[in-house]
């Protein structure tokens, strides 16, 4: 079945890094655009990134330009979203997401804390 | 960016009744690119409506979109317990993309 699986959160100390990583699988990953979302605990919901079909077409919230780096590997069917200089403001659920036309495939998220 | 407002914050409704949900743009939404989520606690948001009026595949004919321009509405006709939830509008028609601040339904 469609499926998407977010991997990679975890508690993170203030100005470190990290990779998180989305696998998808049942439908050919490498037609779509995909999305990188995420919520903070008790907040909305928050568009991050994406990025085209073969990687080439990529854009940024203003609130994370310059720290967040998204890529995709076609031949791995996965996503990746690279985070430098994490804050306490980035802790929150990371979800991935296909889009056609909308979101229409969600993964169920990864938890990224950031905390001393 | 386009900024999104959803109103109300909070619906209280009951089972059976009719909601209506509000989506209000800062600036047009090209081609109508705006969608709907739903999303319960703990659970990824579910793709309502895309394109304004367009149900996604399996979405009960109770919830409906509409609106164009700058207004936009869903609407839940007769409210079912599984429907109490909050509620999102995306925009896709103008980079970036943006999500309104939600709107709860609540029994």
């Known amino acids: 079945q469609v499926q998407l699986v977010e991997s990679g959160g975890g508690l993170v100390k203030p100005g470190g890094s990290l990779k998180l990583s989305c696998a998808a699988s049942?439908?050919?990953?490498?037609?779509?655009?995909m999305n990188w979302i995420r919520q903070a605990p008790g907040k909305g919901l928050e568009w991050i990134s994406y990025?085209?079909?073969?990687?080439?077409?990529?854009s940024y919230a203003d609130s994370v330009r310059g720290r967040f780096t998204v890529s995709r590997d076609n031949a791995k069917n996965s996503l990746y979203l690279q985070i430098y200089s994490l804050s306490a403001e980035d802790t929150a659920v990371y979800y991935c997401?296909?889009?056609?036309?909308?979101?229409?495939?969600w993964g169920r998220g990864t938890t990224v804390t950031v905390s001393s | 960016e386009i900024v999104l407002t959803q109103s109300p914050g909070t619906l209280s409704l009951s089972p059976g009744e009719r909601a209506t949900l509000s989506c209000r743009a800062s600036?047009?939404?090209?081609?109508?690119?705006l969608a709907w989520y739903q999303q319960k606690p703990g659970q990824a948001p579910r793709l309502l409506i895309f394109a304004a009026s367009n149900r996604a595949t399996g979405i009960p004919d109770r919830f409906s979109g509409s609106g164009s321009g700058a207004d936009f509405t869903l609407t839940i006709t007769r409210l079912e317990p599984e429907d109490f939830a909050v509620y999102y509008c995306q925009q896709y028609g103008g980079s970036p993309w943006t999500f309104g601040q939600g709107t709860k339904v609540e029994i």
């Open positions: 990025i085209g079909s073969d990687g080439t077409t990529i």
């Open positions: 049942g439908f050919k990953f490498r037609d779509y655009y």
């Open positions: 997401a296909r889009d056609y036309g909308g979101m229409d495939v």
């Open positions: 600036q047009t939404v090209s081609s109508s690119y």
